[in-house]
Each structure stands twice: as structure tokens, then as C-alpha cells.
């Protein structure tokens, strides 16, 4: 072989070895990604329940942030019910013979702005009792401002065929 030869080998050598430390490199952060976000969907919804971050108030204030928060789930439940039985009514209208698009996109607005009202409610009293608390018993409660509750995963947009 002459020297011309070998510097094309050469060449086509480390344009290859160049493009396999490329493509190894993506595949590996494409992996790391991809594994960072599937855990992410398998965390669970609280690390603790609302109950047991309760219980871990001073006395003195806990009576008061559970009967506040239970004031306040109140408040909100008529309007979750009523994003379940517009969600249900619209589930029917699909599955019966009439079925009419128009009146069941309604519905399912009418579901999420009622289920957005409640969250609205119970956000707002959160916040507003978070402000009367002292700053290690605001920062024991912060994470019911968590938006992973038992709904946790549900409505993530349209999903990979097959999957």
C-alpha cells in the first residue's frame, strides 16, 4: 500500500470510529432520558397521605388545619360530583344509539371546568391557610400543593398506538 492509500483508511477509520462515539453518545442520553421519565410516571402519588402530613403539625395547630381542609373538601365536593355525573352522562350518551358529538364535547367541558372549579377551591383554601401557618408547618404541609393525587397519570393525551 502506498502512503496515499493509507491516509484514506486512516481517514475513513476515524470518520468511522467518530461517528460510532456519536451515535453511542445519543443513545446513551436518549436512554437516560427515557429511563428519567418512565420513573417519573411510576413515582407514587404522595411520598405521604394529606392525614399524615397532618399529623405531623404541633397540636396546638393541627385541630385547625384539618377542619380547614375538610371545610374546604366540602366546599369543593359539589363541584367534583358534578364533573363525575357529566362525565358519566356523556359516557352514556356514546354508548347509546343517539349519540350527538356536539352535546357530549358539552359535557366533557362542562366535566373539566366543574372538576377546575373544585381544584380552584380547594387551591385557593390551601393557600389562604398555608399564609396562617408558621413557616416549618407551611413548609410540612407544602405538599398537598402537589397536583398527584388518586388521578395520578390518568388524562396524559392521546397515547402511543399499541401501547
Known amino acids: 500500500m502506498n ?12 470518520a468511522l470510529n467518530l461517528f460510532a462515539v456519536v451515535a453511542g453518545a ?14 417519573a410516571q411510576h413515582r407514587p402519588p404522595r411520598t405521604r397521605s394529606t392525614l399524615m402530613l397532618i399529623d405531623q403539625l404541633d397540636p396546638a395547630v393541627r385541630d385547625r388545619v384539618r377542619d380547614a381542609l375538610r ?4 366546599a369543593a365536593r359539589p363541584d367534583f360530583e358534578e364533573a363525575r355525573l357529566k362525565r358519566r352522562e356523556a359516557v352514556q350518551m356514546v354508548r347509546a344509539g343517539t349519540f350527538d358529538a356536539a352535546r357530549t364535547r358539552g359535557l366533557l367541558e362542562e366535566s ?8 380552584a377551591r380547594l387551591e385557593a383554601d390551601a393557600v389562604t391557610l398555608l399564609t396562617t401557618l408558621e413557616p416549618d408547618d407551611r413548609q410540612a404541609l407544602s ?20 401501547g
Not at 371545610?71 to 366540602?74: E, F, V
Not at 373539566?112 to 381544584?119: S, T
Not at 405538599?143 to 399499541?162: M, S
Open 112 to 119: 373539566r371546568a366543574a372538576e377546575l372549579r373544585g381544584r
Open 26 to 39: 445519543s443513545l446513551w442520553v436518549g436512554l437516560s432520558r427515557e429511563q428519567g421519565r418512565i420513573e
Open 71 to 74: 371545610a374546604s373538601a366540602m
Open 143 to 162: 405538599e398537598i400543593l402537589t397536583r398527584r393525587g388518586r388521578g395520578a397519570g390518568r388524562d396524559r393525551g392521546p397515547r402511543p398506538a399499541g
Open 3 to 14: 502512503a496515499r492509500t493509507l491516509k484514506i483508511v486512516l481517514a475513513v477509520s476515524v
